[in-house]
């Protein structure tokens, strides 16, 4: 393998699919400069702006029917949280850009209050990815990517919906760039009344009504052929009343706002490349107990991040990689007992790549962080990657992670525990690639364990706390089956995915709760000229919402029905209609907060 084959595999921070030329050219900036490196040794589920569109209630939605990530919803539009693999919303990492956003509070991310539009890219690792990015990708990580082109004049579009309960979504984005500078800007508004009912309990969502409004905006622009500096921000509002079960219980609402901004400085030379970022993210977030009473708790949360990410070829075999990131995360909270807390947290990882042939490769990496008053363990992973033949490939990951305590863990009033101990996660998965013909099949299994998992439990005193107790073990399959062809006018794209987790708390031997133990998905997609029809569903098993595995709490099995077509003219002109839940199932994700049932909405696109 020659030198310039693997500068573009591993310059790859810049988009560059051109092999065995004399000079890689520069297409694309995405921000997360490591994506692309991950993805020569994991596999990683890239969601289109097509399936954007057709689950565009929220990120939750979106992820629930296009990925294998697991979704508990307390109702459409609620508080939401992801899992992988069996493990919980504080074990998989939202990543921005390349920057870990979960909260400073919580440790996770609540799905419904990150938004849904104006990312160029979204991708799904499974996984750990705790060396590359950061505390809590023990499960896996969602990454949410901006990307700036060059030399591509002015484009705009802009899309619109109306559906069922008095939804509302608008969507306009713009771009232009010449051949040294680049700038986007998109906006969103998403508003919706929510007051669905389902009559199988004869429930109404009432008080369920939400909106939120996004802006993003970056610039990027080449001082020389060699050095770039892009800057990149989102801005995020919005509004969530939470659901009450009777028309005279007291309404309550919870308001956020996010700020999310950074600047890099790339230098990229023949031999090697250079990133650094210096971002700057904040939460703020209010309760309120009454919809017409101040706010009855909230808080606000302020990240300040320097990180560096080096890239060197030894020779045309041999790459190293060097990362070094420094944060301080600053926590006020309002009536939860965090006045005003503060934590230094630096780390340094460094990865090395071995090209040994064409067609096998390896890389080992570790990871030290240094969190101000937590002891934290050295992090590091093994990937390997075989393309044995034209129909066969084969990838081992093994890797130890970790999660340290949120603030809430540590400072929250009452319950808060000092003395939390991070979480450990060492795991290892094997992923067997087949292609055949127009079919693709991955089935990956893999094996985790956990120890000091940070768990909130009652006490004698009469409130929850949080301790270091449980050990648990998760196993299982996730297996994901593609197909594409085309035939003159005539294109079908269908898939199709099958999950076993088994999640075991070790002290038990019980399934956790709210891990369902079978999953599937599946879709097909047939388009003819400016014809376009789809269909997606999915399945979930048997879900358990105690400890104890008690069938009567337990969350039926249920199957989803989406469906869709839509009508392109000109390139330019999309009008669509869609059917969500054609079944008119009941279902729900979360105890008592049942899902809508068929519902439907029409939306219109431009494209200039």
Same mark, same amino acid.
């Given at each position: 393998?020659?030198?310039?084959?693997?500068?573009?595999?591993?310059?790859?921070?810049?988009?560059?699919?051109?092999?065995?030329?004399?000079?890689?050219?520069?297409?694309?900036?995405?921000?997360?400069?490591?994506?692309?490196?991950?993805?020569?040794?994991? $596999?990683?589920?890239?969601?289109?702006?097509?399936?954007?569109?057709?689950?565009?209630?929220?990120?939750?939605?979106?992820?629930?029917?296009?990925?294998?990530?697991?979704?508990?919803?307390?109702?459409?539009?609620?508080?939401?949280?992801?899992?992988?693999?069996?493990?919980?919303?504080?074990?998989?990492?939202?990543?921005?850009?390349?920057?870990?956003?979960?909260?400073?509070?919580?440790?996770?991310?609540?799905?419904?209050?990150?938004?849904?539009?104006?990312?160029?890219?979204?991708?799904?690792?499974?996984?750990g990815g705790s060396v590359v990015y950061g505390s809590g990708a023990i499960g896996g990580s969602i990454h949410l990517n901006n990307i700036l082109d060059f030399n591509k004049g002015f484009h705009g579009s802009v899309f619109s919906e109306v559906a069922s309960f008095n939804t509302f979504n608008n969507f306009v984005k713009g771009s232009y760039s010449n051949e040294r500078f680049s700038f986007k800007a998109s906006g969103n508004y998403s508003v919706s009344q929510n007051d669905y009912e389902v009559s199988d309990l004869d429930y109404i969502n009432r008080n369920g009504n939400?909106?939120?409004?996004?802006?993003?905006?970056?610039?990027?622009?080449?001082?020389?052929?060699?050095?770039?500096?892009?800057?990149?921000?989102?801005?995020?509002?919005?509004?969530?009343?939470?659901?009450?079960?009777?028309?005279?219980?007291?309404?309550?609402?919870?308001?956020?706002?996010?700020?999310?901004?950074?600047?890099?400085?790339?230098?990229?030379?023949?031999?090697?490349?250079?990133?650094?970022?210096?971002?700057?993210?904040?939460?703020?977030?209010?309760?309120?107990?009454?919809?017409?009473?101040?706010?009855?708790?909230?808080?606000?949360?302020?990240?300040?991040?320097?990180?560096?990410?080096?890239?060197?070829?030894?020779?045309?075999?041999?790459?190293?990689?060097?990362?070094?990131?420094?944060?301080?995360?600053?926590?006020?909270?309002?009536?939860?007992?965090?006045?005003?807390?503060?934590?230094?947290?630096?780390?340094?990882?460094?990865?090395?790549?071995?090209?040994?042939?064409?067609?096998?490769?390896?890389?080992?990496?570790?990871?030290?962080?240094?969190?101000?008053?937590?002891?934290?363990?050295?992090?590091?992973?093994?990937?390997?990657?075989?393309?044995?033949?034209?129909?066969?490939?084969?990838?081992?990951?093994?890797?130890?992670?970790?999660?340290?305590?949120?603030?809430?863990?540590?400072?929250?009033?009452?319950?808060?525990?000092?003395?939390?101990?991070?979480?450990?996660?060492?795991?290892?998965?094997?992923?067997?690639?087949?292609?055949?013909?127009?079919?693709?099949?991955?089935?990956? $299994?893999?094996?985790?364990?956990?120890?000091?998992?940070?768990?909130?439990?009652?006490?004698?005193?009469?409130?929850?706390?949080?301790?270091?107790?449980?050990?648990?073990?998760?196993?299982?399959?996730?297996?994901?089956?593609?197909?594409?062809?085309?035939?003159?006018?005539?294109?079908?794209?269908?898939?199709?995915?099958?999950?076993?987790?088994?999640?075991?708390?070790?002290?038990?031997?019980?399934?956790?709760?709210?891990?369902?133990?079978?999953?599937?998905?599946?879709?097909?997609?047939?388009?003819?000229?400016?014809?376009?029809?789809?269909?997606?569903?999915?399945?979930?098993?048997?879900?358990?919402?105690?400890?104890?595995?008690?069938?009567?709490?337990?969350?039926? $099995?249920?199957?989803?029905?989406?469906?869709?077509?839509?009508?392109?003219?000109?390139?330019?002109?999309?009008?669509?209609?869609?059917?969500?839940?054609?079944?008119?199932?009941?279902?729900?994700?979360?105890?008592?907060?049942?899902? $809508?049932?068929?519902?439907?909405?029409?939306?219109?696109?431009?494209?200039?």
């Amino acid at each position: 393998m020659g030198i310039k084959r693997s500068l573009v595999l591993l310059f790859s921070s810049y988009g560059c699919l051109l092999l065995a030329q004399e000079k890689s050219i520069d297409t694309i900036y995405v921000f997360d400069n490591q994506m692309n490196r991950v993805k020569l040794f994991h $596999p990683v589920n890239t969601i289109s702006a097509e399936e954007v569109d057709r689950n565009s209630t929220n990120l939750s939605e979106l992820l629930r029917f296009q990925s294998q990530v697991y979704i508990k919803e307390n109702g459409r539009g609620a508080v939401s949280s992801p899992a992988f693999r069996g493990t919980s919303a504080q074990q998989t990492a939202f990543v921005w850009n390349g920057i870990n956003i979960n909260s400073n509070f919580l440790g996770q991310g609540d799905i419904n209050n990150i938004p849904l539009f104006g990312y160029d890219q979204i991708g799904i690792k499974a996984g750990g990815g705790s060396v590359v990015y950061g505390s809590g990708a023990i499960g896996g990580s969602i990454h949410l990517n901006n990307i700036l082109d060059f030399n591509k004049g002015f484009h705009g579009s802009v899309f619109s919906e109306v559906a069922s309960f008095n939804t509302f979504n608008n969507f306009v984005k713009g771009s232009y760039s010449n051949e040294r500078f680049s700038f986007k800007a998109s906006g969103n508004y998403s508003v919706s009344q929510n007051d669905y009912e389902v009559s199988d309990l004869d429930y109404i969502n009432r008080n369920g009504n939400y909106y939120n409004t996004t802006f993003n905006v970056g610039a990027s622009y080449k001082i020389t052929d060699d050095h770039k500096i892009s800057w990149q921000s989102q801005f995020f509002d919005s509004s969530q009343h939470y659901p009450v079960f009777e028309e005279t219980a007291t309404k309550t609402k919870y308001k956020t706002q996010s700020i999310r901004s950074l600047i890099a400085w790339d230098w990229n030379a023949i031999k090697f490349s250079n990133a650094f970022k210096a971002a700057y993210t904040e939460e703020n977030f209010q309760y309120f107990g009454a919809l017409d009473l101040p706010k009855s708790s909230g808080g606000t949360g302020k990240n300040y991040i320097l990180k560096n990410d080096f890239n060197y070829f030894l020779n045309s075999k041999w790459n190293i990689n060097l990362i070094g990131e420094f944060q301080v995360n600053k926590g006020e909270g309002y009536k939860s007992g965090i006045s005003d807390v503060s934590r230094n947290v630096g780390s340094v990882s460094g990865l090395l790549r071995y090209f040994a042939t064409k067609n096998l490769r390896f890389e080992g990496g570790f990871k030290k962080d240094f969190v101000e008053n937590v002891t934290s363990p050295v992090m590091y992973s093994f990937s390997g990657k075989w393309n044995t033949s034209h129909w066969y490939n084969l990838g081992l990951n093994f890797s130890k992670n970790f999660r340290y305590p949120s603030f809430n863990d540590i400072y929250y009033e009452p319950g808060g525990n000092k003395d939390l101990r991070p979480e450990i996660s060492t795991q290892v998965d094997m992923n067997n690639e087949f292609k055949i013909g127009s079919f693709k099949l991955n089935v990956t $299994p893999y094996y985790m364990n956990i120890t000091d998992l940070i768990v909130w439990l009652p006490t004698a005193n009469g409130y929850w706390q949080a301790f270091n107790v449980n050990k648990a073990e998760s196993y299982g399959l996730e297996s994901h089956l593609s197909f594409y062809q085309q035939f003159g006018k005539h294109r079908i794209k269908a898939n199709a995915g099958y999950y076993y987790a088994r999640s075991i708390d070790k002290e038990t031997q019980k399934q956790r709760p709210y891990i369902p133990m079978h999953r599937g998905m599946a879709g097909i997609d047939y388009e003819y000229g400016f014809f376009r029809f789809f269909a997606q569903g999915l399945i979930n098993g048997l879900t358990y919402t105690t400890s104890d595995e008690e069938r009567k709490t337990a969350i039926d $099995p249920y199957f989803i029905l989406n469906a869709g077509m839509s009508a392109t003219i000109s390139k330019k002109y999309t009008l669509g209609f869609k059917v969500n839940n054609v079944t008119d199932t009941y279902y729900k994700t979360v105890s008592f907060y049942p899902l $809508p049932k068929r519902n439907y909405s029409v939306y219109a696109a431009i494209n200039f």
